[in-house]
């Protein structure tokens, strides 16, 4: 059956809508998809997990203790959707999700619902990392700017 890619990223955004808003980043949802099986293997928003964490983060740490085989093992095709592309740099050094992301291995697309604006780290270059190591990165549109509201609602408003 042909994968809804919107149906996914639209999910994806009801998780970023729980994320405590703030400032200094922004409001993700994340989720983690066998794309053969069509099955959801884990969610994840950014604060989720306690401390400064992003909803890619989120969604794959929770995934390795969730007890699944190895990430990647099990899974036909895993794909990760994500409504603000994976960060590349963080303003507060933490490492950053392209890392977590390339780290965890057999991730084989990452759907992004928008580029991350530059408003804290300058403009992303994630995406030529990640195909540099061979993962597709492809833009899901059509909820630009629901995601970009949501991803800075605790932002003073300009
Ligand atoms: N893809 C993505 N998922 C997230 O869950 C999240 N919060 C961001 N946000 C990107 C933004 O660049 C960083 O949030 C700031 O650079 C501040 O860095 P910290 O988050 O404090 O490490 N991006
Ligand atoms: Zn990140």
Redesign the pocket.
């Known amino acids: 059956a042909p994968v809804d890619h919107l149906a996914y990223m639209r999910y994806a955004l009801s998780l970023a809508k729980r994320?405590p808003r703030k400032p200094?980043?922004?409001?993700?949802g994340?989720i983690l998809v066998d794309e053969v099986a069509n099955a959801i293997l884990s969610t994840g928003?950014?604060m989720e997990l306690p401390g400064?964490?992003?909803?890619?983060?989120c969604c794959l740490a929770k995934m390795e203790t969730s007890g699944l085989p190895e990430t990647g093992v099990a899974a036909q095709k895993l794909v990760l959707y994500?409504t603000?592309?994976?960060?590349n740099?963080?303003?507060?050094?933490?490492v950053p999700?392209t890392e977590t992301i390339l780290k965890t291995g057999g991730i084989k697309v990452v759907y992004v619902g928008v580029k991350?604006p530059e408003?804290?780290?300058g403009g992303?270059v994630g995406r030529a990392k990640l195909e540099e190591a061979g993962l597709e990165y492809v833009h899901v549109s059509g909820l630009e700017a629901e995601i970009l509201e949501v991803a800075t609602a605790g932002h003073e408003k300009p």
Do not use: L
């Open positions: 994320a200094t980043n922004f409001c993700v994340a928003y950014t400064n964490t992003h909803a890619e983060q994500t603000m592309e994976p960060c740099k963080r303003a507060s050094g933490n999700c991350e408003k804290f780290v992303n």
